[in-house]
């Protein structure tokens, strides 16, 4: 089994950057893809960004440009750095891991095993 937990969120102006941390523990070596979602209130959990342990990344349009996907297979740790964020960018932020080896413009929700708990990120003036 795989545990995953987020860290990093908080309360930013529009503008301003976070980075978000994700640390892997347990079966690490199960883990291929891993991405970064985001769920709004009363919207469906959609992924904004993936990696591959490989280094391949995809971004949704929404991101593309201002998120940063990043991972350090060493110290189990996956991170996204998001800039220029806007209030439109609110959301819980979960990190999730698939047991699939795939390109992660492959990837889709359905493919994850693994769920972190969740980190709330404000942006608000």
Same mark, same amino acid.
């Given at each position: 089994?795989?545990?995953?937990?987020?860290?990093?969120?908080?309360?930013?102006?529009?503008?301003?950057?976070?980075?978000?941390?994700?640390?892997?523990?347990?079966?690490?070596?199960?883990?291929?893809?891993?991405?970064?979602?985001?769920?709004?209130?009363?919207?469906?959990?959609?992924?904004?960004?993936?990696?591959?342990?490989? #280094?391949?990344?995809?971004?949704? /349009? $929404?991101?593309?440009?201002?998120?940063?996907? *990043? =991972?350090?297979?060493?110290?189990? !740790?996956?991170?996204?750095?998001? #800039?220029?964020?806007?209030?439109? /960018? $609110?959301?819980?932020?979960?990190?999730?891991? *698939? =047991?699939?080896?795939?390109?992660? !413009?492959?990837?889709?929700?359905?493919?994850?095993?693994?769920?972190?708990?969740?980190?709330?990120?404000?942006?608000?003036?």
């Amino acid at each position: 089994q795989v545990q995953l937990v987020e860290s990093g969120g908080g309360l930013v102006q529009p503008g301003g950057s976070l980075r978000l941390t994700c640390v892997a523990t347990g079966d690490i070596f199960s883990i291929g893809v891993m991405a970064w979602f985001l769920q709004a209130p009363g919207k469906q959990r959609e992924c904004v960004a993936g990696m591959s342990r490989g #280094g391949d990344t995809n971004y949704a /349009d $929404s991101v593309e440009g201002r998120f940063t996907i *990043s =991972r350090d297979n060493a110290k189990n !740790s996956l991170y996204l750095e998001m #800039g220029s964020l806007q209030p439109e /960018d $609110s959301a819980v932020y979960y990190c999730a891991g *698939s =047991r699939l080896r795939i390109h992660p !413009s492959r990837s889709r929700y359905s493919h994850y095993h693994y769920w972190g708990q969740g980190t709330q990120v404000t942006v608000s003036s």
